[in-house]
């Protein structure tokens, strides 16, 4: 069956400083994999997809940035982290699309990150 | 631009009783729709999809309705139970293409004894 992996958990970082979180996914392969971002009490923001290695697409202007460097694995980072980037991230995975889908999404558990 | 509309207000029902939530898009005619239950502090877990040529779709005590014409899709849990509640989130691919969703703010559902 297929597992997806976030980590860490939790994160608390000073403004200005770095940012690397990672997913991996289990048991599948040439899966799609995204990035979301939930703030309290809002709804899920998607900050990157990706259909394949190196393949990144944004979503939203921002600080943040995304990388694919092996099939099941997709890195979101940041040089300088701003206050506004607190919130509650999620990666995801669907199948590889199939001639306009549709496709499920699997959410890993997340890792809320808060920038002081 | 693309717009899906989810009831902001937390839904508070008894326990027994059926829970509908509603979720309206507007600017685009989705060929599918997909409804989603979040947990405070994980992540969304998928529940159901109903395609737009399937009025109505069921899955154990959960019923999806699927209008088109209305741009709608009512949510249903049947026989509610404490553990149902959660926040849920309707869903829809505006590209076509099966690869990005957009999610609605979604509901949160609380069913009290």
């Known amino acids: 069956s297929q597992t997806i992996h976030q980590w860490p958990a939790t994160l608390v970082q000073p403004v200005g400083s770095p940012l690397s979180l990672e997913c991996t996914v289990e048991?599948?392969?040439?899966?799609?994999l995204y990035w979301y971002r939930q703030a309290a009490g809002r709804g899920l923001q998607l900050l990157f997809y990706?259909?394949?290695?190196?393949?990144i697409s944004s979503e939203v202007p921002q600080n943040l940035s995304a990388s694919r460097p092996q099939d099941r694995q997709f890195i979101l980072s940041s040089k300088k982290l701003l206050l506004s980037d607190s919130g509650f991230y999620l990666c995801?995975?669907?199948?590889?699309?199939?001639?306009?889908?549709?496709?499920?999404?699997?959410f890993g558990p997340g890792t809320r990150l808060l920038v002081l | 631009s693309q717009k899906i509309e989810q009831n902001s207000e937390a839904l508070n029902i008894q326990e027994g009783k059926t829970a509908t939530l509603t979720c309206n898009y507007t600017?685009?005619?989705?060929?599918?729709l997909q409804w989603y239950r979040q947990d405070p502090g994980r992540g969304p877990v998928f529940l159901l999809l109903?395609?737009?040529?399937?009025k109505e779709k069921r899955k154990e005590r959960l019923k999806v309705t699927f209008d088109t014409t209305l741009k709608q899709s009512l949510f249903h849990i049947t026989a509610s139970q404490p553990a149902d509640s959660a926040t849920y989130l309707c869903?829809?691919?505006?590209?076509?293409?099966?690869?990005?969703?957009?999610f609605g703010t979604g509901t949160q559902l609380k069913v009290e004894l």
């Open positions: 990706s259909i394949g290695i190196g393949q």
């Open positions: 048991g599948t392969s040439n899966p799609n």
């Open positions: 995801a995975w669907s199948p590889e699309s199939r001639a306009g889908g549709p496709e499920t999404q699997y």
């Open positions: 869903a829809l691919d505006y590209t076509g293409g099966g690869n990005k969703l957009t």
């Open positions: 109903i395609r737009e040529n399937e």
């Open positions: 600017n685009y005619s989705p060929a599918y």
